[in-house]
C-alpha cells in the first residue's frame, strides 16, 4: 500500500509528515525537492510538495487573434523565472506514479484547492484523481493535522471548478484586453508599450481615478472657527463650528471680546465600548497598516508564514467568529508560557466567550494564536504575531467605559462648549495595547459658574478635499464593494504600483492610469464597470454553491471580452494615441534649462533607465539613474531638480549627482569629525556611488570628500 499526501509549501509538508508519524524520514529528489517518507505496517506514505501553484494556463495557439482556448501547462514552460518548479513536477511525477491513494493537503481554500487538484492531474496524472480524499485543517498544529489525517473528506469539485472558472477569466479579461491595448499603441504610434487590464484590477484603479477627479475638481471653501480660551486651560469652541459667513464670523468674535463665560449646562454621559471582533484578514491588514505602517501585502505575506511555522491559523478567512471547538482554555495556557501574555490571561473571567463579528467563512475560523510560542522571530513577524495575541485576548474580556463631559457657556448670548473624555473602566483596553487611552481631567464647574474668559480668537480655514486612500483603506473599500477576494485584493494593489499606475502612501494616480480608465470609459465602458466585476463574482460564488454551471460562466465571460475587444479594435487609433500620450506625459518629471521636459527614458544599449532631455538632440542634457530608482514629486532645494530614491535603506538624493544634495531617509548620519571650513559636524552619508563625507551646514557650506580623503582633507 502506497499513499502519497500532496502538500502547498515545503515548509507545510514537514510538519504534516512530523505530526503523522515520528518515523518520518527526511529525504531529496535530484538534491534539490525535500520530501518525506513514513514506512509503517506496510504501508508507505510519501510526503511531497509543491511551491504554489506548479501549473498555469497558456494559450493552445499563440497565433489566435483571441485567447480562448487555453491549456494548463507547468509554470516553468510560461516563467522562465520559475526554472526550479521543474524538479518539484518532475518529483511528483515520479512518486505518484503507480500510487495506489492519494491524498491533497493543500489549504484549504480555492487556490489551495486548484494547487493540489492540478499537481494530481498533471503530475500524478489523471487515474490519480479516482481515488483522492482532502484533508482540512485551519492550523498546522499537530491536533488539527491528525483531525483532519484521520477524518479526511471528498474532494469538493466544486471548488475545484470555482478556482478553475477564476483563472481562466482572469485570462480572458487580463491577457486579452491587455494584448489590444498594447496593439492600439503600435498600430497609431509604432511603439512598443506594456500595458495591463484586468477583471478586477481595472475596476480598482477606476475608484482611485474617481477620487484623484474629485480631489483635482474641488475649489476649497474658506470658513471661520471662533474659540474661547478659559481659566484653567480649556478652549471651548463656538456651537456652530464651521462658520462659512465672514461677516457673522466678524460679529461673534467682535461681541465676545472681553467677556466672561457662564456655565449653562453641564453633562456626563457614559458610553460604552464592546471589545474589538477577532481578525479576518482584512482586519488585521487594517489594524497593521493603522498600527505598524504595514503594507496589506506584507501583512499577508507575514500572517502566512506565522500559520506556516504554526504560530497562527489560517490567514485567509473572512471570518470574525471563534468557533468554541478551538479550546480556548488550552491555547491560554500555553501562551501563559510567555510572562507578559501570562499577565493579561490571569485576569481573564472565568466564563471564556469572545465578542465575534457577523462575518462568516465556512473554511475557516478568524485568525487567532495557536498556542505554541515562536522560539525566534524577525521583528516584523513579531509585530504581527503579538498583534493576533493581543487581538485574541481582549475579545474574551468586557466591555470599556468612556466618560464624555460636555459643558455649554454662553459668551455675550453666543453659545460655546469644550468636552473632555476619559475611561471610567479600562476593561478590554487594558489588554490590547493598540488603542489611545483618553486620559483628559474633568475640570470642576457647575451650572452658573462663571469662567474669566483670557482671549477670543478668530482663525480662517479653508475646507478640504476628499482624503486619497491609502493601501489599506483600498482594500477596505473593495471589499465594501465585493471586488476581488480577501486573498487578492493585496496583489491587486501591488500590482497597480508595479505597473506605475499609482505611487505613493497615500495612493496618487500618474496620467497614464488616468488616462487608461478614462480612454476604456469612452470606448469601452464594460472593462471599468464594478457591476460586471460584481457580477462575476457571485458567479464564481455559485458555482461552489453548484447553482450555475463552470461553462455556463465561462461562456458568458466570452461574449463580455469579445464586446470590449470589439470597442477597442472599433477605436483602435483613437485608444492607441490617447494611451502613448499619456505615457509620455507620465514619464516628465521636470523642466530642462532649454525649455524642453526631462523624460525618464530608456537605454537599449546599457539596459537601463536615464532622464534625458525632450529636445534632443538639439540638447543633450541627461542624468543617470541607479537601478531601481523612483523619481519623487518632491524638488532639490538647492537646484530645483527633482529628488530621486533609491537602494536598501532607502536613500534620497537630487538627480543631478553634482549637486550633492543626497541624504539617508529615516536613518541619523554618523558624526566623523568637523568640518575645515565653518566648524560644524561633518557627516558620513550614503549616496548613489557609496559613502561620502559632508557639512551638516550644507547648503551654505558645500565642503565635501570621500571617505578616504577625510584624514587628509582634516590635517
Known sequence: MHEVIICEKPKSSEKIAKAISSKAVKKKYNKKVVYWEIEENGKKTTVLSAVGHLYSLTPKNSKEKVFFDLDWVPLYETDKTKKYVKDYVFAMKKFGKGADKFIHACDYDIEGTLIGFNALKYACGNESLANVSRMKFSTLTKKDILDAYENMIELDNYQVDSGIARHILDFFFGVNISKYLMKSVRTAKNRFLKLSAGRVQTPSLTILVD??????????????????????????????????????????????????????????????????????????????????????????????????????????????????????????????????FKKHIDKLPTKLKPNEGKKEDAAHPAIHPTGILPSKLSDEESKIYNLIVYRFISTFFDDSKLQTMRCDVKIADEGFLFKRKRVSHMGWLEH????????????????????????????????????????????????????????????????????????????EVNQLGVNIIETLREYCRDITSEELTRNFEKDL???????????????????????????????????????????????????????????????????????GCSKYPDCNVTYSLPKKANVLKTKCETCGLPMISFGKPPQRACLDPKCGKQDVVNKAPEIVGKCPECGKNLLKRSGRYGFFVGCEGFPKCRFTCSVDELKDKIE
Not at 505615457?583 to 521636459?597: F, L, P, T
Open 211 to 340: 477620487r484623484e477627479k474629485e480631489i483635482k475638481k474641488f475649489v476649497p471653501e474658506p470658513y471661520w472657527m471662533i474659540k474661547a480660551i478659559l481659566e484653567g486651560d480649556i478652549v471651548a469652541d463656538h456651537v456652530k463650528g464651521k462658520i462659512f459667513d465672514q461677516k457673522i464670523a466678524e460679529k461673534i468674535f467682535e461681541d465676545c471680546q472681553g467677556k466672561d463665560a457662564v456655565v449653562s449646562k453641564v453633562k456626563i454621559t457614559e458610553k460604552i465600548r464592546t471589545p474589538p471582533v477577532p481578525f479576518n484578514l482584512g482586519g488585521l491588514q487594517s489594524e497593521a497598516y493603522g498600527v505598524f505602517g504595514f503594507s496589506p501585502k506584507r501583512t499577508q505575506m507575514i500572517a502566512q508564514s506565522l500559520y506556516t511555522e504554526g504560530y497562527a491559523s489560517y490567514p485567509r478567512t473572512s471570518s470574525q467568529k471563534l468557533p468554541e471547538s478551538l479550546e480556548f482554555k488550552k491555547i491560554f495556557k500555553q501562551l501563559s508560557n510567555n510572562e507578559v
Open 432 to 507: 490590547y495595547p493598540y488603542r489611545k487611552i483618553e486620559e483628559e481631567e474633568f475640570p470642576e464647574v457647575n451650572k452658573g459658574d462663571t469662567l474669566k474668559s483670557k482671549k477670543i480668537t478668530s482663525e480662517k480655514k479653508k475646507t478640504k478635499p476628499p482624503a486619497r486612500y491609502n493601501e489599506a483603506s483600498l482594500v477596505k473599500e473593495l471589499e465594501k464593494r465585493e471586488l476581488g477576494t480577501k486573498a487578492t485584493r493585496a496583489d491587486i494593489i501591488a500590482k497597480l504600483y508595479d505597473r506605475k499606475y499609482i505611487a505613493g502612501k497615500k495612493i
Open 541 to 611: 460564488d455559485k458555482i461552489m454553491a453548484d447553482k450555475i454551471t463552470k461553462n455556463k460562466v465561462i461562456e458568458s465571460a466570452k461574449s463580455e471580452v469579445l464586446s470590449i475587444l470589439k470597442d477597442i479594435e472599433k477605436n483602435e487609433s483613437k485608444i492607441g494615441e490617447g494611451l502613448y500620450d499619456a505615457y509620455q506625459e507620465s514619464r516628465i518629471v521636470g523642466k530642462c534649462d532649454c525649455g524642453g521636459d526631462l523624460t525618464i527614458k530608456y537605454s537599449p544599449k546599457n539596459k537601463s533607465h536615464f532622464v
